[in-house]
């Protein structure tokens, strides 16, 4: 009978990757979603721990339903929380496994792995972690497999979640290359590093319920304490009593105004202009021992810093006001607005709102978010990681806070980009381009560079799909296939010239239909609302000398805009 109390504890990674731990995902669980900037993030933090001889690195808890439990404690465990952790720990492992030089380091790797049958100790063979079964014979084949992580590569047909398996086995296994080898003491330290000194907790249970309620409340952002709630209280208190009903009032009137999750991710950005380094602990201790530790007060001092910040954040970045009547109101409020909905990251907001702290004035705002914009979009187009993009966040806090004016921070070697202008060009031109995630992104961007002169304050609310002018899936005897073969369509479609902008509805209703009947429907009801695809009006025909012009000249806009 299986035990439905709840159990917590701390373990080693070469603990719970033992012969007391079989882990199966659940088949309601979601698939394998971690990306690239997940598992860079992850090695690098663990790297950084190794280098600066921590004695722990804290990879985060896993929550366990105890399946099957065995006499010797052993037992088979559904993951209910933590899968994608797990999962990209195994990936690691095996990448590791299949690099090392050590006979010994292989064979230990591939036992956390893969369980051997041992008649004598009562084990069966078996993996030590069972994905869902969609992904278990890829898994098995390219992970779990001694030298299977060898011969795994993108391919056409695979599906998203076997992409990213591989995408985090290339990323792993390029992490230990140095100069076209791979370095073995690297790769050494690492192993036993991971083995040794990495940890996790697990909570288990027997009861599915208890175990989902468990998820439920570690998960729920409404029941445990916020990091606002905790910094609330340590700088009240640090406020004369005199004075704690004002402050009080004062921090309660940001939280109302942005509410709980804004403000936690408001105090966050605080720690990055105030520190200007890579997180290294939990943000509260950071701000115990680093900030309020020299850098500024707790109490009064942070609250009225606090509430500086929250109107910068609020006014410029949420209502996208930059505070004068002129043409330069309407471009910043459409050129923030892009950026602050539809780019997946925020690092930009934190140097923002750092210059406006120094340089308030309205026309060095406009100034300064075009080369702010220039520089993420640029190194988000090159796919630099999000490790990298922390460490170019920090650079430009470091111009600013050094700058003697706002013309030294405009003209820093920062925000030269010139390196990557070919690159830049390459990835643009490629023929997979609606796959990037900044597609979409970059449409509208051109979307708001066609319509700059007009003063009209562009508001894309609502969905905004991307349209495929020639469709993805023709019909076989359609106008499509009788204009573009197979190749074409292969090399053509996914391309920036033949990519346009329209709301769901409309996008819906085009559909696969050919061009001229397309046409209509793009504008039926009234133009629509996307300069970029009002331009499609003014070709009578839809072949392949159009996409490649309008080919050449989108990307002749997007470098006028970015390189000009």
């Given at each position: 009978m299986l035990d439905n109390k709840i159990e917590a504890k701390e373990i080693l990674?070469?603990?719970?990757?033992?012969?007391?731990?079989?882990f199966r995902v659940p088949e309601y669980q979601r698939q394998f979603s971690w990306e690239n900037d997940n598992f860079d993030q992850l090695f690098e933090d663990i790297k950084e721990s190794l280098e600066s001889e921590e004695d722990n690195y804290f990879l985060g808890s896993v929550i366990l339903q105890v399946n099957e439990i065995n006499l010797d404690g052993s037992g088979i465990y559904d993951i209910v929380d933590g899968q994608q952790r797990l999962t990209t720990i195994t990936i690691l492992l095996a990448v590791m496994r299949d690099l090392t030089n050590s006979t010994q380091a292989k064979a230990t790797l591939q036992e956390k792995i893969y369980q051997k049958e041992n008649e004598y100790m009562g084990t069966k063979e078996e993996?030590?972690?069972?994905?869902?079964?969609?992904?278990?014979?890829?898994?098995r084949k390219y992970v779990l497999e001694e030298e299977g992580t060898k011969k795994a590569t993108?391919?056409?047909n695979l599906s998203e979640p076997q992409q990213r398996i591989v995408t985090a086995i290339e990323v792993?296994?390029?992490?230990?290359?140095?100069?076209?080898?791979?370095n073995q003491k690297l790769l050494s330290n690492m192993i036993k590093y991971i083995l040794n000194n990495c940890v996790l907790v697990y909570v288990k249970t027997g009861n599915f319920t208890s175990a989902f309620r468990l998820f439920s409340v570690l998960n729920d952002r409404g029941m445990p304490l916020a990091t606002s709630d905790l910094l609330k209280s340590a700088n009240l208190s640090a406020v004369k009593e005199n004075n704690r009903k004002r402050y009080q009032m004062s921090w309660e009137q940001i939280e109302e105004d942005l509410g709980r999750d804004e403000l936690d991710k408001l105090i966050g950005f605080i720690r990055t202009i105030l520190i200007k380094e890579k997180p290294r602990k939990n943000i509260?201790?950071?701000?115990?021992?680093?900030?309020?530790?020299g850098i500024m007060e707790p109490g009064e001092e942070y609250i009225q810093y606090l509430d500086e910040v929250a109107n910068i954040y609020k006014e410029r970045i949420l209502?996208?006001?930059?505070?004068?009547?002129?043409?330069?109101?309407?471009?910043?409020?459409?050129?923030?607005?892009?950026?602050?909905?539809?780019i997946p990251f925020s690092d930009w907001m934190v140097a923002f709102i750092s210059f406006a702290l120094k340089y308030p004035e309205e026309s060095?705002?406009?100034?300064?978010?075009?080369?702010?914009?220039?520089?993420?979009?640029?190194n988000w187009i090159i796919g630099i990681t999000t490790t990298k993009r922390i460490v170019e966040t920090n650079r430009i806090l470091q111009v600013i806070e050094k700058s003697k004016n706002a013309k030294e921070v405009f003209n820093d070697d920062v925000f030269d980009l010139n390196d990557y202008k070919n690159e830049v060009q390459r990835l643009l031109n490629d023929s997979l381009f609606y796959k990037m995630k900044f597609c979409k992104y970059i449409l509208l961007r051109l979307d708001l560079y066609l319509c700059e002169n007009s003063n009209i304050n562009k508001c894309y609310k609502g969905t905004v799909s991307v349209e495929h002018v020639l469709p993805q899936n023709p019909k076989e005897d359609s106008e499509w296939t009788r204009t573009f073969d197979s190749n074409s369509r292969n090399e053509l479609t996914h391309k920036l010239g033949n990519l346009v902008l329209l709301s769901r509805k409309k996008n819906s209703a085009a559909n696969n239909i050919d061009f001229k009947e397309k046409i209509i429907k793009y504008y039926s009801n009234g133009i629509t609302d996307f300069e970029i695809t009002r331009e499609i009006k003014d070709y009578s025909i839809w072949n392949h000398s159009s996409?490649?012009?309008?080919?050449?000249?989108?990307?002749?806009?997007?470098?006028?805009?970015?390189?000009?």
């Open positions: 990674v070469k603990d719970l990757f033992d012969s007391k731990f079989l993996v030590r972690i069972h994905v869902r079964d969609r992904e278990k014979d890829f898994f993108i391919k056409n792993f296994r390029n992490k230990f290359y140095i100069d076209g080898a791979v509260v201790d950071e701000y115990n021992q680093m900030i309020f530790n209502n996208a006001n930059i505070g004068i009547s002129t043409n330069i109101e309407v471009k910043f409020y459409n050129l923030i607005s892009i950026m602050r909905d539809f060095n705002l406009y100034n300064f978010l075009i080369i702010l914009e220039k520089s993420y979009v640029i996409i490649q012009s309008r080919q050449v000249k989108q990307l002749n806009r997007i470098l006028d805009i970015y390189y000009s």
